[in-house]
Structures are given as structure tokens and as C-alpha cells.
């Protein structure tokens, strides 16, 4: 977005306003824009349209990595950065993206294959127990602050190395004494409390709000512009060229050589 008087760039909206407010002294007439936005869209039902859309790839998101099915993770990933990359969030953009290159271009077929599907763990052995392997990590990481801490801050290399090669070790030989004392252990998910009465009153609300009835000229003023689509903004003359300075980085690392 540019600055109408000095054509200075902008990333978001509610900064070019506030350059071109305290710049350029421009006052915007709020009610004239507003009237011109709404009378053609209904930007409260595009907002409702676009919540379920990232719903729905949330949900289909978290329940691939359920069922450990690492090729429909990756990809939700495909539609993923591209709302990274609209909303004004490049790390996680860039992120996914060199993801999708590693596995399509960077890697070998084993190592793709294993970037895939290898981003699970299962402790219980049933169908849909799989949580992603970083969560686990963090597990161990726990694990790892708790026995540190009987050094009394006397931490070293020697001692960092220690623990960290006889965590798992230490975590069997807990797991084996709890098991044998009939100590139970906390199955650590939070306890799920029913919503049914929340849900009813939301849906009662939505009714009445007719979010789901295209009516035009209503917008909301948190949103008043609310896009049918979001990914419409996208430049894409601009999105392939980032695509292809990144590529060109990807290739620049020695790992990748």
C-alpha cells in the first residue's frame, strides 16, 4: 500500500493511515468511505465466510497430525503460507515455504520421505494418539530442567552432556518404579468440561445476527472492507518473484549442496 502524497510503502493499512494523518494532515472522511465499501458486499458475511474457511483447515490440520498422516499435513501447509504471507507474517511464510522446498526440490527421496511422515510420535499405540514430534521435545526439555537443577547452578558441559545422554534412561527407570508401585501416573490432557450450553447460546446469536444470510451493506467497524476472499490481495507478480529470491537463498545454504 502507498502513501497517496509521498508515495512512501506500507505493509499495513492502519499505518499508511496514520503516516498519511500525521504527515499529510489528511482526514478521511469515515462515513462517505464507509457508505461506498458496504453498498455493493456484505463484509460481515464475507468475515464469517473466511473464519470458517481457517477453521476448517485448522481442524483438518490438527486431525492429520492425530492420525499421523504426514502428506496431508504438508499439505495444508500449501494453503497455510499463503494466508501467512497476506497477513503480514514472513518468518512463518518463509518458514513454510523452505518446508515445501525442502520436501519437493532440496531433499533426497529418502530424507523427503522422511521429513513427511516422520513428524510424529505415539507413546499409546492407538490410531489417532500421534502428537508432533517438537511437542515431545518439549516433554524432554522438562525432563531435562528438572535434573539440571540438582547441579544447584553448578551447570557445565560435562554436566549438560550427562543428563542429556541419561534422560531417557532416567525417565525408564521412573516409569519402571511408578509402575511397580501402582503409582498412577496423571494422563496430563486437560479435563474436557461440556460446552453444549455456550454452543447453544452461540448459535442462538447467530441466528438472530443472520451471519450466515448475505445481506448487502452491512459491515462491521473493526472490519469494515472485509475481502470475499483474503488471498485476492495477494500480488501475485510479487508472491512469485519472493518465491524465487527465497528458492535462490535455499540453494545458497551448504547443507543443501
Not at 523452505?98 to 533426497?108: G, T
Not at 522438562?142 to 554436566?159: A, N, W
Not at 508472491?239 to 545458497?252: G, I, T
Amino acid at each position: 500500500m502507498t502513501c497517496r502524497y509521498c508515495g512512501k510503502k506500507y505493509v499495513r493499512r492502519s499505518y499508511l493511515n496514520k503516516h498519511e494523518k500525521k504527515e499529510h494532515g489528511h482526514v478521511e472522511d469515515t462515513q462517505e468511505s464507509t457508505n461506498m465499501i458496504t453498498c455493493e458486499q456484505d463484509h460481515i458475511y464475507n468475515y464469517t465466510r473466511q473464519v470458517l474457511v481457517l477453521l476448517l483447515l485448522r481442524i483438518n490440520h490438527n486431525n492429520a497430525i492425530s492420525l499421523g498422516d504426514g502428506g496431508r499435513v504438508v499439505r495444508t501447509y500449501k494453503f497455510f503460507y499463503l494466508f501467512f504471507k497476506i497477513s503480514g507474517c514472513p518468518k512463518y511464510a518463509y518458514a513454510t515455504l523452505e518446508l515445501l522446498a525442502q520436501i519437493n526440490y532440496l531433499l533426497s527421496p529418502r530424507l523427503s520421505y522422511s521429513l513427511t511422515w516422520n513428524r510424529f510420535v505415539n507413546h499409546k499405540g492407538l490410531i489417532d494418539s500421534n502428537h508432533p514430534i517438537d511437542l515431545d521435545v518439549e516433554h524432554d526439555n522438562k525432563s531435562f530442567k528438572t535434573d539440571i537443577h540438582s547441579f544447584r547452578g553448578e551447570i557445565t558441559d560435562k554436566s549438560i552432556s550427562r543428563i542429556s545422554q541419561s534422560i531417557e534412561v532416567s525417565n525408564a527407570i521412573l516409569a519402571s518404579h511408578d509402575k511397580s508401585a501402582c503409582v498412577r501416573k496423571p494422563s496430563g490432557r486437560h479435563s474436557k468440561i461440556s460446552n453444549e450450553d455456550e454452543v447453544k447460546i452461540l448459535v442462538e446469536e447467530f441466528q438472530q445476527a443472520e451471519l450466515y444470510k448475505c445481506i448487502l451493506g452491512r459491515c462491521h467497524k473493526a472490519f469494515p472492507n472485509m475481502k470475499e476472499n483474503l488471498l485476492d490481495e495477494l500480488d501475485m507478480t510479487k508472491f512469485q518473484l519472493w518465491v524465487k529470491n527465497s528458492m535462490k537463498k535455499f540453494c545458497e545454504k551448504s547443507y543443501y549442496k
